[in-house]
């Protein structure tokens, strides 16, 4: 325990522990990890302390590494690795005082099993690091490689580099608009910015339920870029449309706004259950369905079907840094795979003359531009349908020749989630 009453001890640290060991063991880990009754029961306080130094972690989990790296010969288990990275984090990043954060993440090491052992050598890797801090600011290191490696090949040195400098970055909240006329009103209580199209970048921290308009329903947090792909599909008043893969339902919320007639499905009960609750808060209607969107049998078609597949999500680091870390080079072929089937589906869903818009918040070009050129190759009746530059609140940097979108995380100022976007019609 460190000796400091305003500094959270150790049951706080075992539980950012346990966080960080989850996060990193499996895709959607780290949301796992916060929804664990083990984080649920920890007092406010610890609970988002646990949190912050999890994320602050993972957002700078290659620089640390590199760092540890240097000072250890021997790598020791996981488990010690994982507290080192924490203790590294509070030095570090967070600034937490020298003799908490070291007296505390030896206490750390000590109560896991095996960790007496380590206890010496955690103390002099952090006491090395008080002696000589260590700059965690090398766009290099903040990512994976491999993924460094691809996204320079997909999108230039430069580019990637400017992807990259974002990961240790914390981001804003964005929220959408039941009713953009909101926006005025809502941006001074909320301290927003209003962003094109009428999403608001909010200055507000704390939690997210207490925010003015939550109860009323008024609005519902969703990236900026994740806001894009719905309004694209131009959904009018009184048509149809079917959001696939909805969870957990901000487009869902949006096509339901515009005044569809909006059939939501999900494969997951448990997520789709977040889509009940949103429609539910905001007063908005949606059928909901639980099925897989591939293979789903429904003999109708809709103006609109709005396809948001499942991926890779390596464009949501700045919420989610664990995407980096547990993705793999072979996910993204068999991810492909699952696109690939789920966009035949989608098609069959459409009317004649009908929108399809088909996304996914991925920077893999296999994931986007390559899954829309192998669509448009087998299925006659199809053809992109370009987006017109800014429209639906995309930046204009990512508009492409061809009328699709690649929305980088550094084409808005302060970050957005990256996202490829198409919108095709059936002819």
């Not at 960790?115 to 008080?130: H, P």
């Not at 949606?286 to 079907?305: L, N, P, Q, Y």
């Not at 696109?339 to 589906?345: E, R, Y």
Request: charged residues 25%; contains cysteine; hydrophobic residues 45%.
């Amino acid at each position: 325990m460190n000796d400091n009453e305003d500094i959270p001890g150790l049951p706080a640290r075992a539980a950012a522990l346990d966080l960080l060991g989850t996060a990193l063991s499996r895709r959607a880990g780290l949301d796992e990890g916060l929804n664990h009754p083990a984080m649920a029961a920890l007092a406010p306080r610890d609970r988002a302390f646990a949190r912050a130094l999890v994320m602050a972690t993972l957002r700078h989990l290659g620089p640390i590494d590199a760092a540890l790296q240097a000072k250890i010969r021997k790598p020791p288990p996981e488990r010690i690795v994982n507290v080192l990275r924490l203790g590294a984090a509070q030095l570090l990043v967070l600034k937490t005082p020298p003799h908490a954060a070291v007296g505390a993440t030896v206490d750390l090491a000590a109560a896991q099993k095996g960790g007496q052992a380590f206890k010496g050598l955690v103390n002099a890797v952090l006491r090395g690091f008080t002696r000589e801090p260590v700059a965690l600011d090398d766009p290099a290191l903040f990512a994976p490689q491999w993924l460094a490696a691809r996204w320079a090949a997909a999108f230039g040195a430069d580019e990637a580099r400017a992807v990259a400098a974002l990961i240790a970055a914390e981001p804003a909240t964005d929220l959408t608009l039941q009713d953009p006329a909101d926006a005025a009103e809502l941006a001074p209580e909320l301290e927003a910015e209003v962003l094109p199209a009428g999403s608001l970048r909010v200055g507000l921290k704390g939690e997210v339920s207490a925010w003015p308009g939550f109860d009323a329903g008024r609005w519902w947090v969703q990236d900026a870029s994740a806001a894009v792909p719905a309004r694209l599909l131009n959904i009018q008043r009184g048509e149809t449309a079917v959001d696939l893969c909805a969870a957990p339902g901000g487009k869902t919320l949006q096509l339901a706004a515009a005044g569809g007639k909006v059939v939501a499905v999900d494969r997951s009960a448990g997520r789709i259950k977040r889509v009940s609750e949103n429609l539910a808060r905001t007063g908005l209607g949606a059928e909901v369905i639980v099925a897989d969107a591939a293979e789903w049998r429904d003999s109708r078609t809709f103006d609109g079907v709005l396809l948001d597949a499942p991926c890779s999500a390596t464009g949501t680091f700045r919420r989610h840094p664990d995407v980096l870390w547990v993705a793999s080079p072979a996910d993204i072929p068999k991810l492909a795979q699952v696109q690939a089937k789920l966009l035949d589906s989608a098609a069959r869903r459409v009317k004649p003359g009908g929108r399809l818009v088909y996304c996914v918040c991925s920077l893999e070009p296999e994931e986007g531009e390559g899954q829309v050129a192998a669509f448009l190759a087998r299925t006659p009746g199809f053809a992109l349908d370009p987006i017109a530059p800014g429209e639906g609140g995309a930046p204009e940097a990512s508009l492409r020749e061809d009328g699709t979108l690649r929305i980088l995380p550094h084409h808005r100022v302060g970050g957005t989630d990256g996202f490829y976007v198409a919108r095709l019609r059936r002819t």
